[in-house]
């Protein structure tokens, strides 16, 4: 568990900024397009042997009688992972943020500052008047209170799935 509260830390503003980029992207969603999915179809190969039936080819034909079913399909099928991504994402940053408020004493603040803040060591031992082995002591502290609230979290889960 440790590791992936590690993990979570040190990946957050990342997270962040993948949130971002998804939000980004739903919001201005175009997916693709009529000219791309026919060029698609049309300069697409059929993999295995090939067989010729007839002299005429029905490529163009079926390209124009199924590509808009295929480009919504697609469309949303892309939108639809999108949407399930950010829900993902922002499931584990809201959990993470609220693990980090819910820490006891002033450990909360001091995470907060240290991993939503962004403070390096040096900053947040002359902020909180410590030295960097407290910082560490802290950071430890921390740690294992959010693994106990991750625990808590993942029981949870089970029993609701179980349930």
Known sequence: MSERIEKIIRDYPQLIMERTCLEHQLRNFTGITETEMIESMYFNHPEGERVQTSGVSEKTANIAITYKD??????????????????????EII??????????????????DMVIGGLTWDDLACKYHISRTMVAKYRKKAIRELE????????????????
Not at 71 to 86: P, S, V
Not at 95 to 109: R, V
Not at 148 to 163: C, G, Q, R, V
């Open 148 to 163: 106990i609230l991750y625990a808590i979290n993942e029981k949870e889960m089970a029993e609701y799935i179980l349930s």
């Open 95 to 112: 959990f993470f943020e609220s693990a980090i408020a819910a820490l006891s004493g002033n450990l909360s603040e001091f995470i907060w």
């Open 70 to 91: 295929k480009m919504q399909k697609m469309n949303q099928e892309w939108q639809e992972h999108l949407e399930k991504k950010y829900a993902i994402i922002s499931e």
